[in-house]
C-alpha cells in the first residue's frame, strides 16, 4: 500500500510540474540552460577576418559569448586580436579585444580567452536586439606572421 501511494504522489508530482511549464498562463518559464545559437572554427589562419556576422538575433535577449585563440605556429613581433559587435537598445557596442594572442607565444601560454595571453575566460555576455547582427572579426596588429585558430561559440541565455 506505502508503495503505491508513493508512486501516486511522485506521478501527481510530475503532471503538475508538466501542467505548470507547459501553461502559458500559470506563470512558471521552463529554463532547460543555454542554447547554442552560432559557432565559428577557424583553423591555420595566417590573414585577418573582415566584419562577419556571428549570428543575428530573432528575439532581443541574452547572449554569452565563448571565444578561445591560439597561435598553431608561432612566429616573431606582432599580434592578433578578436573583436565583437552588436546592438543593444542603447545602440551600437564593441569590444575590441574579446582575445589577442602575441605571434611569438609558445606553450604553455600560447592562448587567449579573453584579450591577454594566457589569461582566464571571462565570457562576456551581451544583451542583443532582435534583428541587429552580432559580427566578429580577427585583426592582424602589427607586423604578423605564423598561424592562429580562433574558435567561438555563442548562446542564448534569455
Given at each position: 500500500m506505502n508503495k503505491t501511494l508513493a508512486v501516486a504522489v511522485l506521478l501527481l508530482g510530475v503532471l503538475a510540474i508538466s501542467f505548470a511549464t507547459n501553461n502559458p498562463t500559470s506563470g512558471f518559464k521552463?529554463?532547460?540552460?543555454?542554447?547554442?545559437?552560432?559557432?565559428?572554427?577557424?583553423?591555420?589562419?595566417?590573414?585577418?577576418?573582415?566584419?562577419?556576422?556571428?549570428f543575428t538575433p530573432t528575439q532581443s535577449g541574452l547572449y554569452r559569448i565563448s571565444?578561445?585563440?591560439?597561435?598553431?605556429?608561432?612566429?616573431?613581433?606582432?599580434?592578433?586580436?578578436?573583436?565583437?559587435?552588436?546592438?543593444?537598445?542603447?545602440?551600437?557596442?564593441?569590444?575590441?579585444?574579446i582575445a589577442g594572442i602575441y605571434n611569438s607565444a609558445v606553450p604553455p601560454t600560447d592562448y587567449s580567452t579573453d584579450g591577454r595571453e594566457g589569461t582566464?575566460?571571462?565570457?562576456?555576455?551581451?544583451?542583443?536586439?532582435?534583428?541587429a547582427p552580432v559580427t566578429y572579426s580577427?585583426?592582424?596588429?602589427?607586423?604578423?606572421?605564423?598561424?592562429?585558430?580562433?574558435?567561438?561559440?555563442?548562446?542564448?541565455?534569455?
Open positions: 521552463y529554463f532547460g540552460g543555454p542554447r547554442i545559437v552560432a559557432k565559428v572554427k577557424l583553423t591555420n589562419r595566417t590573414a585577418s577576418v573582415p566584419d562577419s556576422i556571428l571565444v578561445y585563440m591560439s597561435m598553431t605556429a608561432p612566429a616573431s613581433g606582432g599580434a592578433w586580436q578578436t573583436s565583437l559587435s552588436w546592438t543593444d537598445d542603447a545602440g551600437a557596442e564593441q569590444l575590441g579585444a582566464p575566460n571571462l565570457n562576456p555576455t551581451i544583451w542583443a536586439v532582435a534583428g580577427v585583426t592582424g596588429i602589427g607586423t604578423v606572421g605564423g598561424a592562429y585558430e580562433m574558435f567561438m561559440v555563442a548562446e542564448q541565455l534569455e
